[in-house]
């Protein structure tokens, strides 16, 4: 059988290699050969999607498509990567959010053979992180990620760009090393000493205390990452400073590790300790999601109030994650898993359309202050209405992405733990603050400063238009990614 | 006493070339002595890999031909050879550039020696043999400030090695002999081996340049010729560091030695670090650096009898730790020894911009490279032998690397305030053969490290 898996996660790099053989082609050639991997990396990702989350004979449980080979076997370590009904949709949402990104980014001139070179190694460490089998691959292609971000914000960000960049490393490689901590801890602990993910979650090596210490390694790493109030100070300066695709990335893909994890990680290797400290991550979930809609609320940089909706959103995924780790009900945890992991997906389809849309409004106006602006619907109808649609779908409007998702978790939470389902508060908050913004930028008198503001031209489209589609295909019909990811949340065993 | 004599085989090599070096020098033959250098640690290092495996000991026990020591050779030896052009590049042509490669030699010989020791006079022998041999190179350009550097140097290391030699007679005296593996003895009275224990730290940190025995490192590299500092940062350092592990191989586990290797630890890296975070010099940040390294090290060394990772921890860690840092001290070589001719390069010269790039993420311990591994195997020796909360302060510590190494990684991709102003950087031939091997092995440790995991065990 072809590898089709390992195709899809080196087609980038293979590209990342043919561009630096190619040191003095010129910039539409290299935006072009980016534009075709990651095209045929999405071709990929829908074959492994045809090829399903279930080998034959097997009913869901553990992982399909599983590729191996021998790399350290002295201590255990290999290359393994396969996927399940957790980690395909993500792997979907990221071929396909990178090619949008190419498309979006095919106007960029400096660097350009820097840059595209960036975001092939940066796509393929996004796609093996959510296809590892292996803890080390997995740290690796973890930390690879950083490093590419790391030089993304460094070379092609905004004003303060190095400060925001160094932070954005420092702060999440202190971070990611608790996990390497976690990592070592189940190898030591478990009874055959491998790195093997599918070992782990089978036989979860550590009880106790043990396990305790590792599940806060673990959910350190991930709180940082996802982010967490109050780990959460790093996203709004990497956000603000980083250049439109970096921001797309960062928030579409990049945060999606730190709930990946939690899933992957924190609930199927250390669900025993998970249940017992169940209660306090729902605890900062909740007030992640609150925390993240009032900060959204005070802001008056457009981007900077994105921001802080990812981190709303991202604290739906936790609560979700937390209730599917304290009940003992198998079809309460399918639902809070099935809304979480819908939500990751969601969450990148429509918090990727944003940054866009905000990339294009600084690209015209070199500004993202809210009251510079004001009537842009009359001016930019298509930008304007894109907005719109976006908006509403990133406050849960039913019909759109998030509705069906955050539905899902909150049914769960209130089947679990009915107090926390003051949570749903967020979403009024992020109604109200995307009203505001909306009726700022878009409605009200028109500033005749943009008056010849152009619209939006055919390669902006290209990059809106299959998100705002699968926005409302998400919406209105999200059982064919939500059946997908069901086969594998029903039969989980703790 | 024939069977001696083969397995010491390399070494015999190794000190033949120095002394046909010295000839050659004698008889004013520069390249000569370059080339008669290079072919023979070729040489000593090809008749190394037929004993990889080999556990044995020459000399009555004095000398040990095991994993470590073959290991030491296998690394050291090419990594000398990767130094000796470095030095070839930069002191090529001055009055004396034979007897550099003469004293490198015999400094690599003494740090084989510090490595396969197997009795406390051999290692009094090595430290001494490498202290001798790096005071000269230090003062070789007899500039002030070579001078000063190589005067604290030597003072210190008198002292250092009166006070280890003091030491060991305790443990003279506890076991009624010099041999290394005699110390098993010493379960009963754990405050004689403590004592000799810190006299052996001391004389071994000074060479590995741990804290506190470190002040004369950041004086000494800098006042030598960079290329000087690059050996003297990387070879001598990993003698001493097996050696130390030599050591505590026939220290009996419960004396108190793992607790004053974890102190020392503890203190290099985050003193090495801090330290390194004010430094203007790169040089300098390197060296202080290079102290933080040696912590590392001793996460292995800790490890030592209470995990099989201990040994391949500490191999794998020290040829990474080798292709990095001599990389990292061939692209100074070639831009400049001060974060402003750094400025703007990673753009005017864009490999060696990614090369500096891969060795300094590499020295802070980031995936896929060399130094990853090497750290991650350090890591789970050290988690398995129970210092796990030493593990955590390695581990903030690592937070803090990468602080002091972006300081060289983000000038160099700033765009100068006057684009007109570019560095020139004269191509200097042999230098950027060096860190393109660094370069190489420093990528291919980080991937392929089954390479050497699986010829170790």
Same mark, same amino acid.
């Given at each position: ?494 | ?355 500096? %790039? ?45 602080? %002091?190494?972006?300081?060289?990684? %983000? ?47």
């Amino acid at each position: 059988m072809l590898p089709i898996v390992s195709l899809t996660l080196f087609l980038p790099l293979l590209g990342a290699i043919v561009i630096m053989c190619h040191r003095n082609a010129a910039a539409e050639k290299v935006h072009k050969i980016g534009i075709i991997t990651s095209a045929l990396t999405l071709l990929g990702a829908i074959w492994m999607w045809v090829r399903g989350v279930v080998d034959p004979g097997m009913t869901g449980k553990g992982f399909a498509q599983v590729e191996q080979i021998d790399w350290m076997p002295s201590i255990g370590a290999a290359y393994r990567v396969g996927v399940d009904g957790i980690s395909l949709p993500l792997v979907l949402l990221t071929a396909l959010l990178f090619l949008l990104t190419f498309i979006y980014s095919s106007k960029v001139r400096k660097q350009p053979q820097a840059f595209v070179v960036l975001m092939l190694i940066l796509e393929t460490a996004a796609i093996g992180t959510f296809t590892a089998l292996d803890a080390i691959l997995f740290y690796v292609f973890f930390e690879v990620s950083l490093v590419s971000m790391y030089f993304m914000i460094a070379g092609w960000g905004h004003e303060d760009r190095q400060r925001a960049a160094q932070m954005f490393f420092i702060y999440t490689l202190l971070g990611s090393l608790p996990l390497l901590l976690a990592i070592l801890g189940l190898y030591l602990g478990g009874e055959t000493h491998t790195f093997d993910m599918r070992v782990w979650i089978e036989n979860p090596p550590l009880e106790g205390g043990a396990a305790m210490l590792v599940l806060i390694a673990m959910l350190f790493t991930f709180a940082v990452k996802t982010p967490v109030f109050p780990f959460h100070t790093w996203l709004p300066a990497a956000h603000v400073q980083a250049p439109a695709a970096g921001s797309v990335i960062l928030a579409g893909v990049m945060l999606k590790f730190g709930t990946y994890g939690l899933i992957r990680f924190a609930l199927q290797m250390t669900p025993e300790a998970f249940r017992e400290a169940g209660v306090v991550v729902l605890i900062f979930g909740v007030i992640a999601a609150l925390y993240g809609a009032f900060a959204a609320l005070a802001q008056t940089d457009l981007k900077r109030l994105i921001a802080y909706t990812s981190v709303n959103h991202m604290g739906y995924i936790v609560v979700g994650v937390a209730i599917a780790a304290l009940t003992l009900d198998p079809e309460i945890r399918a639902i809070a898993l099935d809304g979480s992991v819908l939500q990751m997906v969601s969450h990148g389809l429509v918090t990727g359309a944003l940054f866009f849309l905000v990339g294009m409004l600084q690209d015209r106006a070199q500004t993202r202050e809210m009251d510079q602006f004001g009537g842009l619907l009359k001016t930019v109808p298509l930008l304007g209405w894109s907005f719109v649609l976006a908006a509403f779908a990133s406050l849960g409007l039913p019909g759109l992405a998030h509705f069906p998702a955050e539905f899902q978790i909150f049914l769960a939470t209130l089947r679990e733990e009915p107090w926390a389902v003051i949570v749903i508060l967020g979403i009024v908050i992020t109604a109200g603050l995307y009203l505001k913004a909306i009726s700022q930028v878009f409605l009200g008198a028109s500033n005749e400063k943009w008056k010849t503001m152009p619209d939006l031209d055919r390669r902006e489209l290209l990059t809106l238009g299959p998100l705002l589609f699968f926005i409302i295909v998400l919406g209105i019909a999200p059982s064919w990614v939500l059946n997908m990811v069901h086969q594998t949340t029903i039969a989980l065993v703790f | 006493m024939a069977n001696d004599l083969a397995l010491m085989l390399p070494e015999i090599i190794v000190l033949l070339t120095a002394v046909a070096v010295l000839v050659a020098e004698m008889l004013r033959q520069p390249r000569i002595a370059f080339f008669v250098s290079i072919a023979g640690l070729a040489l000593a290092t090809m008749l190394t890999l037929p004993l990889l495996g080999e556990q044995a000991t020459a000399f009555s026990d004095t000398f040990r031909i095991d994993t470590l020591s073959i290991w030491a050779k296998l690394i050291l030896l090419p990594a000398t050879i990767l130094s000796l052009l470095l030095v070839r590049a930069e002191l090529g042509g001055s009055a004396r550039e034979g007897t550099a490669y003469v004293l490198i030699i015999m400094i690599t010989l003494a740090s084989l020696i510090m490595a396969g020791a197997g009795d406390t006079m051999l290692l009094v022998l090595g430290i001494l043999l490498a202290g001798l041999g790096s005071f000269a190179l230090v003062a070789y350009p007899r500039t002030d400030a070579a001078t000063e550097a190589a005067m604290k140097y030597f003072v210190f290391a008198s002292v250092t090695a009166g006070v280890m030699i003091f030491g060991l007679t305790y443990w003279f005296g506890g076991t009624g002999s010099t041999l290394l593996s005699e110390l098993v003895i010493l379960e009963k009275s754990p405050a004689l081996a403590a004592i000799g224990f810190i006299a052996v730290v001391i004389g071994l940190g000074y060479k590995a340049a741990l804290v506190p025995f470190h002040f004369w490192a950041p004086d000494a590299y800098e006042g030598a010729p960079v290329s000087i500092a690059a050996y003297l940062s990387v070879i001598p350092k990993v003698g001493a560091i097996f050696a130390l592990a030599q050591v505590v191989r026939d220290l009996p586990v419960e004396s108190a030695w793992q607790w004053i290797i974890a102190v020392v630890a503890v203190l290099s890296m985050t003193y090495g670090y801090l330290a390194a975070l004010g430094q203007q010099n790169v040089v300098r940040l390197l060296a202080y650096s290079s102290v933080a390294q040696a912590g590392y090290f001793l996460l292995g060394v800790i490890a030592v009898g209470s995990s099989p990772l201990a040994f391949e921890s500490l191999i794998v860690f020290s040829a990474a730790y080798a292709a990095m840092n001599l990389g990292a001290f061939a692209i100074i070589m070639q831009v400049g020894r001060t974060l402003e001719a750094f400025k703007n390069v990673g753009r005017q010269f864009p490999m060696i911009g990614v090369a500096m %790039v891969v060795f300094l993420l590499s020295l802070a311990g980031i995936p896929p490279l060399a130094g990853f591994v090497g750290k991650f195997l350090l890591f789970g020796a050290a988690m398995e032998a129970g210092f796990t909360w030493l593990v955590v302060i390695a581990i903030i510590n690592s937070v803090l690397s990468l602080a %002091v190494y972006l300081r060289i990684v %983000v000038p160099m991709y700033q765009p100068s305030e006057n684009e007109a102003i570019t560095t020139d950087i004269v191509t200097i031939p042999l230098v950027r053969q060096v860190w393109f091997a660094g370069l190489l092995l420093t990528v291919f440790i980080g991937l392929a490290a089954q390479f050497l995991l699986g010829s170790i065990s």
